[in-house]
Antibody, heavy 120, light 109 residues
């Protein structure tokens, strides 16, 4: 059973950088076959894919967020992280980390999600 | 960008009834790359169906998926109380690689 757990501040000030970490257990982030992803959901709204990282370090980001997003991998801790810079209230959302099966494109395991509020 | 439009927005049914949820794509989607998720309040989405019609591990057989091209359907044959939730379709395409529909809320009538 693969478990993912998000962690990080629940409150970020406008214009600052949102930073979250996803700790993976029951799976290895340095193994092939999976992309390690971030998805967010504004309160009461739908799901939005943010980006993913592969064990090689290659990344793919949603184009509208690409200038502000960085996803990185820490294989020694079996973690991956999200940084989103210059946040505004529109970035307030529940942020999920998820495992994405390479080649077929579905998210088979999800973290429980963490609410990040952007407010001064 | 491929836009997925789900209908209806809200579906009101009773336990034991059959639910039919629709997901329409703005461009053709490979059946291999269409998935459905269930989300309950305060929980993460749960994968139900992948490849348009394959059930994920542990998903009851009352859930089934079908469709091809631009029209896909999730059917729940006999609703159980625990099935009332929001359902999302998701596609894997080119740019951006992953998009979700806006969701269908299945509520108890």
């Amino acid at each position: 059973q693969v478990l993912l757990q998000e962690s990080g501040p629940g409150l970020v000030k406008p214009s600052e950088t949102l930073s979250l970490t996803c700790t993976v257990s029951g799976g290895i982030v340095s193994s092939g076959g999976y992309y390690w992803s971030w998805v967010r959901q504004p309160p009461g709204k739908g799901l939005e894919w943010i980006g993913y990282i592969y064990y090689t370090g290659s990344t793919n980001y949603k184009s509208s967020l690409e200038s502000r997003v960085t996803i990185s991998l820490d294989t020694s801790r079996n973690q991956f992280s999200l940084k989103l810079s210059s946040v505004t209230a529109a970035d307030t959302a529940v942020y999920y980390c998820a495992r994405l099966r390479r080649g077929v494109g579905y998210f088979d395991y999800w973290g429980q999600g963490t609410l990040v509020t952007v407010s001064s | 960008e491929i836009v997925l439009t789900q209908s209806p927005g809200t579906l009101s049914l009773s336990p034991g009834e059959r639910a039919t949820l629709s997901c329409r794509a703005s461009q053709s989607v490979s059946s291999s790359y269409l998935a459905w998720y269930q989300q309950k309040p305060g929980q993460a989405p749960r994968l139900l169906i992948y490849g348009a019609s394959s059930r994920a591990t542990g998903i009851p057989d009352r859930f089934s998926g079908s469709g091809s091209g631009t029209d896909f359907t999730l059917t729940i044959s006999r609703l159980e109380p625990e099935d009332f939730a929001v359902y999302y379709c998701q596609q894997y395409g080119s740019s951006p690689p992953f998009t979700f529909g806006q969701g269908t809320k299945l509520e108890i009538k």
